[in-house]
């Protein structure tokens, strides 16, 4: 729902604001830079992740400075290198912390549970469906015993149904904003755009249900 507010709010703002000049000027110092446009705007999307900050602006942003193909990717492997460091501190330097945070979490200790029954599949699903925020769940992830690399995988491939469809709805309505784009073709990227929302709705719910299945949702039995 916060996801779904805010691309809302990002679609009203291209309406109505120059954002169409913001991101033209900062498509313009992307490829002035060169490469490390690219690289600073994953390192930025690593800090939102491991700082706790809400990282949905950057990934709606992504798509209108950069495109659809090459924003998707930045936002891809920013969420993923940050949901990994993420998880290597709660595994090291911040373990007591966490502990602290989890330790009355009754849905953290039911995906203890499902973790160790089936391990990275769980960790997709979570991924595929919003059941904890993102910044929370990579660190709680680091106190359970899934493996460091079936952590990564399931991330990286977990987190690309919601992202392709935020990132070409964003470039889409940059693209629109920036150009003269015929009656023909902005109607078929909104048809587009609202096909992915669908889509990416549909791929949630059946994640949702896989896991409350997988007893993600369970209170723990009482002692």
């Known amino acids: 729902m916060v996801a779904i507010l805010l691309l809302a709010a990002f679609l009203t703002a291209m309406r109505f604001l120059p954002l169409g000049a913001w991101i033209a000027s900062f498509q313009a110092w992307v490829k002035e830079i060169g490469p490390v446009g690219y ?12 700082l706790g900050i809400p990282a949905s602006p950057l990934t709606i942003g992504a798509g209108a400075i950069f495109g659809f193909a090459a924003g998707s990717i930045v936002v891809i492997i920013g969420a993923t290198l940050g949901a990994t460091l993420s998880f290597l501190l709660a595994r090291t330097v911040m373990r007591r912390r966490i502990e602290a945070l989890t330790a009355d979490n009754a849905k953290f200790r039911a995906l203890d549970r499902a973790i160790t029954r089936e391990g990275g599949r769980i960790v997709f699903l979570v991924r595929l469906a919003p059941v904890f925020p993102f910044a929370y769940i990579n660190f709680a992830f680091g106190l359970t015993g899934v493996r460091l690399w079936s952590y990564v995988v399931a991330t990286f491939f977990g987190i690309i149904p919601v992202t392709l469809a935020f990132v070409y709805i964003s470039a889409t309505a940059a693209q629109a904003a920036s150009t003269d784009m015929s009656n023909a073709r902005l109607a078929i990227n909104i048809v587009g755009g609202v096909l992915a929302v669908v889509a990416t709705a549909f791929v949630t ?19």
């Not at 719910?205 to 002692?223: F, L």
């Open 205 to 223: 719910r059946v994640a949702t249900r896989a896991i409350k299945k997988a007893g993600v949702d369970d209170e723990p039995p009482s002692a």
């Open 39 to 50: 690289v600073v705007y994953v390192l930025v999307y690593m800090v939102f992740c491991v």
